[in-house]
């Protein structure tokens, strides 16, 4: 006979007091990075411990169901996204190791030699590119490196390039956060998706425009006014339009190419009449010719993963390789644990059935994108394994993070820690609205990532919209949007932007530089989740799931 688990939401008879033990996790975690400035992994893992030790001891869950929900997270954080991430920095292992990545940057680099077009074509549109090609700090680090290079200081480098990511961190690789986000809260991916290109907008137009005004401050922008109007526009429209029709995967790939695009067109029928470098430097003449077919080729390797992922997205072909998926139910987990009232209405056993799509996961097609890359470029052997290896050393402990930190959200969602912190929000009624993006914004600044900041605290948004009536998706959205802008202070990013640099020890130079445009954004990311819920419900997307 199968022993059944009913969770109960108030174990203390005080809900507050409850909810405060529910959190005792995350202030671990809170602690652990901010406090004892511990690795990530350990952080992590003591989260895990804490957790497990509440949902024993304070919820009575079975020993045997805590387990099997720390392994059943700690699958899903492997599979797909560890395999997304790790086939990800194959490809761009295999670009710089075989030359191409240089020739890639030079393409870029040669547009213009205004300090203000660089930052936005580098650190935006190029940071963009980045983010969704391979992300995980990589485009902070190399961007900032590009720009100390081209002249700016390390400080403004670095600051700068945080800054920029703001636009790409809400899909990150190859859509990660809101994949992820999807599959922890069982919702369809391009709700998501949709409804956080329907919240950015007036956050990412007004980048470009922060970026142009940090470098040489308001009377600067008026000489490129029209360039930075087409990259904000172009940039905006196309994340939305990916977003919505495309889902999550392609969005800034396809943001930042098109504007770059659209600024090349820009910087030729708009000719800028006082170049401005803060460098100072006036020699402004190009040693290096790039032919076209050098150009293609140093891109082939992105090309290929567009197209790629783009059948991967094609209903037809998840149709036909569904043959190689493999599902199970997680033993003594899938439908033994019940949500009880006022989660819903009754009781209702959750489902734990972990699918491996071994073809159709999108780290496959990145695997495939890197394949015929070296094929294509005849990539030597060597070179390729010394990628493969550099990317799985890089990428361990990064993987077991985020594979400790899913096993926490699943441990959470099935005893109902996050259920009980959730109705506790709920109690704030319609401010919760204000607040909802704030702890996106708090998850990334503990994490670093908006993936994880997703994965953390993905069930408590969708619980408190359940409990507040208000569609789960605007929530789960805004937490994402909150987590965009917090990625301006995350004491990873910021050591990460540091160490590209050569500002190893001056991280707290760097958070002084962002945290005030971090808080000036979170505000605006407030406001605008407060419009949708109770001003414009008409921007959710028409079919929301409301249950989990």
């Not at 002084?512 to 109770?534: E, G, N, Q």
Request: positive net charge; contains cysteine.
């Amino acid at each position: 006979m199968q022993n059944y688990f009913i969770q109960n939401y108030d174990p203390v008879s005080n809900l507050w007091l409850s909810a405060a033990i529910a959190a005792l996790p995350i202030f671990v975690f809170l602690l652990s990075l901010v406090v004892f400035k511990l690795k990530g992994y350990v952080a992590a893992f003591l989260t895990v411990i804490v957790s497990v030790v509440v949902a024993i001891l304070f919820y009575k869950m079975p020993i045997i169901a805590v387990g099997m929900s720390f392994i059943y997270g700690f699958l899903y954080g492997l599979w797909p996204i560890a395999w997304i991430i790790l086939c990800a920095i194959f490809l761009y292992k295999l670009s710089v190791k075989s030359g191409y990545f240089e020739v890639l940057k030079a393409s870029i680099m040669i547009i213009s030699p205004d300090h203000r077009i660089q930052v936005m074509l580098i650190a935006f549109c190029f940071g963009s590119f980045l983010e969704g090609a391979i992300g995980f700090g990589a485009p902070v680090a190399i961007c900032a490196a590009l720009l100390m290079g081209l002249g700016l200081k390390p400080l403004s480098a670095a600051g700068l390039s945080m800054v920029a990511n703001t636009a790409g961190a809400a899909f990150g690789a190859v859509g990660i956060p809101i994949t992820a986000l999807a599959g922890t809260v069982n919702l369809d991916q391009t709700l998501i998706s949709t409804m956080v290109a329907r919240m950015l907008p007036p956050i990412t137009f007004l980048v470009p425009f922060f970026l142009v005004f940090l470098v040489g401050g308001f009377k600067r922008i008026k000489d490129v006014l029209p360039h930075v109007i087409v990259v904000a526009a172009s940039y905006t429209v196309t994340q939305y339009a990916t977003a919505k029709f495309l889902g999550p995967e392609l969005v800034n790939i396809t943001s930042a190419i098109v504007s770059i695009f659209m600024l090349s067109i820009a910087i030729n029928l708009f000719k800028i009449k006082n170049i401005f470098r803060l460098d100072g430097k006036e020699d402004f003449t190009q040693t290096k010719n790039l032919g076209f077919e050098q150009i293609v080729k140093a891109w082939l390797p992105f090309i290929f993963v567009i197209v790629a992922i783009v059948v991967w997205n094609l209903d037809i072909f998840k149709s036909i390789m569904g043959f190689a998926d493999i599902k199970f139910e997680i033993p003594n987990l899938h439908n033994t644990v019940v949500q009880a009232a006022p989660i819903v209405e009754g009781e209702q056993a959750i489902s734990a059935i972990y699918s491996w799509s071994i073809i159709k996961a999108t780290g496959t097609a990145i695997l495939l994108a890197a394949a015929l890359t070296i094929l294509t470029l005849r990539i030597k052997f060597e070179v390729a394994k010394d990628s493969a290896i550099e990317a799985i050393k890089e990428m361990t402990m990064p993987i077991i993070t985020i594979g400790f930190i899913v096993s926490y959200a699943y441990i959470a969602k099935y005893s109902g820690q996050a259920a009980t912190m959730g109705l506790a929000f709920s109690s704030t009624g319609n401010a919760f609205s204000l607040f909802s993006p704030v702890i996106g914004w708090l998850g990334v600044f503990l994490t670093g990532s908006v993936t994880s900041a997703n994965l953390l605290f993905g069930t408590l948004q969708q619980v408190t919209a359940n409990q507040l009536n208000v569609p789960d998706v605007i929530f789960l959205a805004a937490n994402t949007v909150g987590g965009v802008v917090g990625k301006i202070i995350s004491p990873q990013s910021i050591a990460v932007a540091c160490a590209a640099v050569g500002m190893a020890g001056r991280e707290s130079e760097v958070l002084k530089f962002t945290l005030k445009y971090s808080l000036i954004f979170i505000v605006l990311a407030s406001i605008i989740t407060w419009l949708v819920v109770h001003v414009f419900p008409q921007l959710v997307p028409i079919v929301v799931n409301f249950t989990n």
